[in-house]
């Protein structure tokens, strides 16, 4: 079963708003990672966060954690129609054997207009 | 920098139909991972492996088979295809130990099974 939820499932912005998606998951985790999809193409990773941290910084991107909510959210500021694609956080669960297991949500898709 | 390379791009099958997805990668690392994605349902793990002569079942691994004979190499082998078999499917890569286990994707193979 799938680990992460994310909404929403679809965001449409005008350029120069800002993003925020969120995702939750079940289990307890050793980090958390977005990445992104453009259509048709493979993941890219975006920023990844421990468990241990609450808040990561990276460029126009911010991710929070709150693992007493199992909660995580991201945050694309002054968003640009290049940013238009699916996001999808994915779970690395606690413990030395899910090491390079990743379980993802269901992605949000995010349509910038320019 | 190839980084994971995985052939071919599209394939259709006949059901009942065998084949060998392929994936490479050039960054020396431990991990390596097969997912499914299919509409609506993000990533799920088939099977991954953590070095070379390693592999375990991921969450959907019925009707798939993976070895790993070099450090490079993570072949995917549909032994007998099925409708339900159609999807994209993506090969990732990501190096071991305590630091960020990143995954870096193939482009991924759009599998028709007819």
């Known amino acids: 079963s799938q680990q992460g939820e994310e909404d929403p499932q679809a965001l449409s912005i005008q350029e120069g708003e800002n993003a925020t998606m969120n995702c939750s998951y079940k289990?307890?985790?050793?980090?958390l990672q977005w990445y992104r999809q453009n259509s048709g193409r493979g993941l890219v990773h975006l920023i990844l966060?421990?468990?241990?941290?609450r808040e990561k910084h990276s460029g126009r991107l911010r991710v929070t954690l709150d693992t007493s909510k199992k909660s995580s959210s991201l945050l694309i500021t002054a968003s640009r129609a290049a940013d238009t694609a699916s996001y999808f956080c994915?779970?690395?669960?606690?413990?030395?054997?899910?090491?390079?297991?990743?379980?993802f949500g269901q992605g949000t898709i995010l349509t910038v207009h320019p | 920098n190839a980084g994971v390379t995985q052939t071919p791009k599209f394939q259709v099958l006949k059901t009942g139909q065998s084949m060998t997805l392929q994936c490479a990668q050039d960054?020396?690392?431990?991990?390596m991972s097969w997912y499914r994605q299919d509409p609506g349902m993000g990533l799920r793990l088939i099977h991954y492996?953590?070095?070379?002569?390693?592999?375990d079942q991921g969450e959907v691994p019925n009707g798939y088979n993976v070895s790993r004979s070099t450090t490079e190499d993570f072949p995917l082998r549909l032994l007998s295809a099925a409708p339900s078999q159609t999807s994209v499917y993506f090969c990732?890569?990501?190096?071991?130990?305590?630091?960020?286990?990143?995954?870096?994707f193939g482009q991924g193979t759009r599998l028709t099974v007819v």
């Open positions: 990732a890569s990501s190096p071991a130990g305590q630091g960020a286990r990143v995954a870096f």
């Open positions: 289990t307890s985790i050793n980090n």
């Open positions: 966060i421990r468990s241990n941290e």
């Open positions: 994915a779970t690395e669960r606690a413990g030395g054997t899910s090491y390079g297991k990743l379980t």
């Open positions: 960054m020396n690392h431990e991990y």
């Open positions: 492996s953590v070095g070379a002569g390693i592999t």
